[in-house]
């Protein structure tokens, strides 16, 4: 049997987390106003487009992800999805007639999807042998976070310069550069996992019941989590009579502590079960949901920032390796089941936060509460066996 290649492009993977976020958060908040300004739908229009676009990054990456076990190597999938991500970009820079955009949308955008998975596949691939997997994990979930904290301000700031052709022109460059880094600096083949299996403490796959479970607990998890986003702008000015600013700076607060916590959670992972830290990240995310739907004023949303961070920086830094933990020799399926959880949990939040236009906003967050239980619960009964990292 053919020994693991031990180089490991650190650097070069970060740079292309790095550079995946900030396209990713460069683009997607301001997906809406680009449907509506630039390119003028209507906005039965826009509903379909926000359907359409995790419907089809779900099916691509669950095809992609089968089929990237069975590949010899993933750099060539890693780059044609980097790509499929410049061109993307490109089109959709010039672009500004629906039908053709919704084309580009369901097939190069949701391929370009498939990054995210399968760079976490890669990553925990080349880290068989190590004693601290899921800290190495949580650096790079870290990454992704650093980005959303950069890219929609760069965002605004190039649609100031430029408009929106200007924004995705230099989102397609830096999708362009992630694609050359991938080619120039990833390793060809992939290590040998079967050999590696006994020295690395992995036994069997999970069972099947314990990897659904799972699944459930995450997509309930983004589900709240995309309710607690959302409907926070809402919330605050309509229920608590506060300014949109102040909307901001609890998203920001939240951001800003989400990354020293993801690093916190990854080291406690080398002394902590994983699954235990994720259930108390169930924990901290119900009590905050509820926080949220009791408060009369702001000050009680801040200091709940700390227990929202906390939950995202658990289940979200976590999750992904708990997941791979599962699939010891299927880590294109694992990072895919996992990272499918998220645009399932959003469209499960829409029929919820278009409720909350009548019942107010108080709402969405007595619903992310019982969200979290349910987490909390499926992850009671999906205990898996204890994990090695």
């Not at 229009?45 to 089968?66: D, E, F, H």
């Not at 994983?274 to 009590?287: D, F, I, K, P, S």
């Not at 920032?305 to 979200?316: C, R, Y």
Request: overall charge positive.
């Amino acid at each position: 049997m053919s020994r693991p290649d031990r180089t490991r492009p650190w650097g070069a993977l970060g740079f292309v987390c790095l550079a995946v976020g900030l396209s990713t958060a460069m683009a997607s908040p301001y997906l809406t106003l680009f449907l509506d300004d630039a390119v003028q739908a209507s906005a039965g229009q826009i509903a379909l487009c926000l359907v359409a676009a995790p419907v089809s990054s779900v099916v691509i990456a669950t095809l992609v992800g089968r089929l990237s076990d069975r590949l010899p190597s993933r750099r060539g999938l890693l780059a044609a999805a980097a790509s499929a991500g410049c061109l993307s970009s490109a089109l959709t820079s010039v672009v500004r007639d629906f039908p053709v955009f919704l084309i580009i949308t369901v097939t190069l955008t949701a391929s370009a999807q498939v990054m995210v998975p399968q760079m976490f596949a890669y990553a925990r691939e080349a880290l068989a042998g190590s004693a601290r997997i899921a800290m190495a994990m949580s650096t790079f979930r870290t990454l992704f976070s650093i980005a959303w904290v950069a890219g929609p301000p760069l965002a605004s700031l190039l649609l100031t310069v430029g408009g929106f052709r200007l924004t995705y022109a230099v989102s397609a460059l830096v999708y362009a550069v992630a694609a050359v880094v991938v080619l120039v600096a990833f390793r060809h083949r992939r290590p040998d996992i079967g050999a590696q299996r006994d020295t690395d403490g992995y036994g069997a796959d999970a069972s099947r019941r314990t990897i659904w479970l799972s699944v459930a607990a995450f997509v309930l998890t983004w589900a709240a989590s995309n309710l607690a986003i959302q409907a926070l702008p809402l919330h605050v000015t309509q229920e608590l009579g506060a300014g949109v600013g102040t909307a901001g700076l609890l998203l920001g607060l939240c951001a800003g502590l989400e990354v020293p916590l993801i690093l916190g959670f990854g080291w406690l992972s080398t002394r902590l079960p994983v699954h235990r830290l994720l259930l108390a990240g169930a924990v901290c995310g119900a009590a905050y949901m509820a926080v949220v739907a009791v408060s009369d004023t702001v000050w009680p949303l801040l200091v709940g920032q700390l227990l929202n961070a906390a939950s995202i920086a658990a289940l979200s830094g976590l999750g992904i390796t708990y997941m791979q933990d599962m699939l010891p020799r299927h880590q294109g399926r694992a990072s895919t089941l996992y990272s499918n959880a998220i645009p399932t949990g959003a469209l499960l939040a829409g029929p919820v936060l278009g409720a909350a236009q009548h019942t107010g906003y108080r709402m969405p967050y007595a619903v992310g509460a019982l969200l979290y239980v349910g987490t909390l619960g499926l992850l009671l009964l999906a205990r898996q066996r204890a994990s090695p990292t």
